[in-house]
Each structure stands twice: as C-alpha cells, then as structure tokens.
C-alpha cells in the first residue's frame, strides 16, 4: 500500500488579489513558482479587477459580510475576468518562465463540480459551493503526469451547463484534499501578510508553526480572531483530510521554500 513516504510531492498555491493587482509582484511570484520543484497547480480569484471591469461596464458590484453576489450580470464579468483577462495572463508570463501552464475553470474537463448554492436568509445567486466529491482528482493527476501545470481560476460548473462564481480559498483546499489520495500535499496560502502574527500590527511577530492544542490557545488569548478564524479553521479541516501540512506567508517570501528556508507559517498536526 501507497504511503506518505512514497508519495510524489505537491504543492497547491493560492493567490490573492495583492499578488494579482501588482505586475512587478505577480513576476517576482510567479518565477518563484516556476523554480518550485515537482508537481504543482496555481489558484487564482481576482476579485478587485472584476469590481473595477463592473464598473466600467456600468454594473453594480453587491458584496455582503465581503461575499460577492453574483446576478447573472456580475457572472458575465467574472467569466471574463477570472476565465479570461487573469488566468490567460499568468498562463502567459508562466510559459515566459518555462512552466508548461494550462489555464483551466472547474468545468474544463469536468475537474471541479459544483452544486449551486442553495438560497436561505440571502440568495448569493450564481454562486457554487463544494462538496466531498466535487474535484476528479485521477483526471487532474493525469495533467500533471503529462508535464502540465494547472492554473485554476475561481469558476466551476454545476454539470448542467452552468458556470459558477467559487471562492478561490475553498477551491485550493478541495484540491489539496482529493490530491491528498494521490500526492503528498502541502497546501500554500499567499497573501500580504509574512503569516499568522502574534500582533496583527507587527510584521515580525509571526508565528512559525501552529498545531491544533497550540490553535485553541491562540483562539483563547484572542491572538487569532474574526477573519483569520475561517481561514484556518478550513486548514485544520484540509489535515484532519489528509493533507501534511497548510502553510500561509507572504507571496514575495515563497522563494525561501526552495531554498529550504523557513516561510510563512505552518499549520500541521
């Protein structure tokens, strides 16, 4: 039987909107992410760029608790941001750097399915939520086995025809948990911060490695709270799913993995 020991390594990166935004940080990250050894697949949203291309366009971005609603409208510009202006860039700056990247939505190969989400107290519209299954994990193996690099954006579809707006977080830990069958997976936060700080307003006081006793004494201490809850809540969840480890850092720092140096902080049993 298949152990961690023998398994090929992985890593799933996600990136935000302070990596997006910024051409001279998308390049600095993206030859970081190209020197990265072994298989590897990118996710990607771009939430500011879609708010700016709606208002171009004269549509109204509605967001609530920073949860995009997305009206059919707002699915089109998505489409088009996501699907096409963002994720056909970085395609191209990675062949740039000699990553033989293939730019794909959930529904390109029927990678990634998605259930519509179902509407309570609000109705989020064309909105996709993920489920055990969602991710075929043996097809997305076979892409990599080929040679090939896959850059998800924040689209997946609901097997009838429907395109839908994902959030990018939970594509990347839905990924890393399916692969997690097939691959020893690290999964890898960027964002702007160095990692998860002991006081928000310090950018040295980072926390190097966290695991789930030391997780609840930080929740105690209110050290951790309010929107970094959710995130590594999720993370916790993606290890007790078989994930090794989730690692959140700053993007310009992904080099020092390479480099075996020490990056962001990670998140482990």
């Known amino acids: 039987m ?18 997006i935004d910024n051409s001279e940080n998308l390049y600095h990250f993206l030859k970081d992410f190209t020197a990265l050894q072994g298989y590897k697949v990118l996710v990607h949203g771009g ?17 609530i608790d920073g949860r995009r609603i997305t009206d059919i409208e707002t699915l089109r510009v998505v489409t088009m941001v996501y699907g096409g202006l963002i994720n056909k860039n970085i395609v191209a700056q990675l062949q740039r750097f000699g990553t033989n990247a293939i730019g794909l939505t959930g529904a390109d190969g029927n990678f990634i399915k998605a259930v519509k989400r179902p509407v309570k107290t609000i109705d989020y519209g064309f909105v996709g939520d993920l489920n055990d299954d969602s991710v075929d994990a043996s097809a997305i193996s076979r ?58 307003n310090d950018d040295e006081s980072l926390i190097r490695d966290i695991n789930p006793k030391r997780y609840e004494e930080l929740k105690k201490q209110q050290i951790i709270h309010s929107g970094m809850l959710p995130k590594l809540d999720n993370a916790f969840k993606a290890i007790s799913c078989g994930v090794k480890a989730v690692v959140i850092g700053k993007s310009d720092e992904l080099g020092s993995l390479q480099q075996g140096q020490p990056f962001g902080t990670t998140l482990s049993n």
């Open 2 to 19: 298949d152990t961690v020991s023998n398994k090929k390594k992985l890593h799933v990166i996600k990136i935000g909107g302070n990596v």
């Open 47 to 63: 939430g500011k760029v879609a708010t700016q291309m709606a208002e171009q366009l004269g549509i109204e971005s509605k967001m």
């Open 143 to 200: 892409l990599l086995a080929a040679g090939f690099t896959p850059v998800f954006s924040a689209l997946t579809h609901d097997g009838d025809g429907q395109l839908l707006n994902t959030n990018a977080d939970t594509i990347a830990s839905a990924l890393a948990v399916a692969l997690a069958d097939i691959y020893e997976t690290t999964l890898i936060y960027c964002f702007e911060k160095k990692g998860v700080l002991q006081d928000i």
